[in-house]
């Protein structure tokens, strides 16, 4: 592989499981595939869409994070999606070696604080932020006539009417005139809709 654009597979270290150094550089969302049992030591192993047999083995500290957001049925998480991050104040053995954190988690409704042990008689607030749903994917849209009249009128947002817009440039020009005026009036009633939500404000 001679591709030097992304190095950072260059730096993971070889483990079997997701360690902390490969989020030294930013932190990583991870959709959950499956929950099994593990080892007494790491007794929750999360598979993640992507782990390339290296999964995700939560601390307790986590653990109690997942289950707390979450729930207890570790079938239920999967599906659902949390972002990790490197926390390089985590120590163990009284040195800072850094750790795996959660940052933000999906299906909860809003952002969620709880006190967890940090060191032996000290707790220590813990933030998790609800997750943002990613963008629907835009589906293509047919090169037809149909197909660019049906886009241009389910069309809510500006990316969505570029797409319609874009998709109608690339029509026959017999049809580019009804595309044209479908989007015209599409564009206007929208922006007649955002008047009125303005002025009900």
């Known amino acids: 592989m001679s591709d030097v654009s992304n190095l950072r597979d260059t730096i993971i270290p070889k483990s079997d499981q997701l360690n902390a150094e490969q989020l030294l550089s930013e932190p990583m969302t991870i959709t959950v595939t499956g929950v099994r049992r593990g080892a007494d030591d790491q007794p929750v ?3 993640y869409e992507g782990d390339d047999g290296r999964p995700y083995k939560p601390c307790k500290t986590c653990r109690k994070i997942l289950i707390f957001a979450w729930g207890d049925d ?3 998480w999967v599906g659902r999606s949390m972002t990790l991050f490197n926390n390089p104040e985590i120590k163990f053995g009284g040195v800072k070696v850094g750790g795996i954190r959660i940052s933000h988690m999906s ?3 809003r952002e969620i604080g709880i006190s967890l042990t940090a060191t032996k008689g000290k707790k220590e607030p813990v933030i998790i932020k ?3 749903a990613p963008a629907k994917k835009q589906e293509p849209i047919p090169c037809t006539l149909d197909g660019v009249l049906r886009a241009i009128a ?3 947002t500006p990316e969505a009417m570029e797409a319609a ?3 109608a440039a690339k029509l026959p020009d017999a049809d580019k005139p009804t595309a044209r005026e479908a989007y015209s009036l599409r564009l206007a009633a929208l922006k007649a ?3 009125k939500t303005e002025n009900q404000q």
Do not use: F
């Open 154 to 156: 389910a069309a809510t």
């Open 45 to 47: 192993v999360i598979n």
């Open 165 to 167: 817009k874009d998709a």
């Open 193 to 195: 809709e955002a008047t």
């Open 130 to 132: 609800k997750l943002a």
């Open 107 to 109: 299906h909860i409704d």
């Open 74 to 76: 570790g079938r239920e």
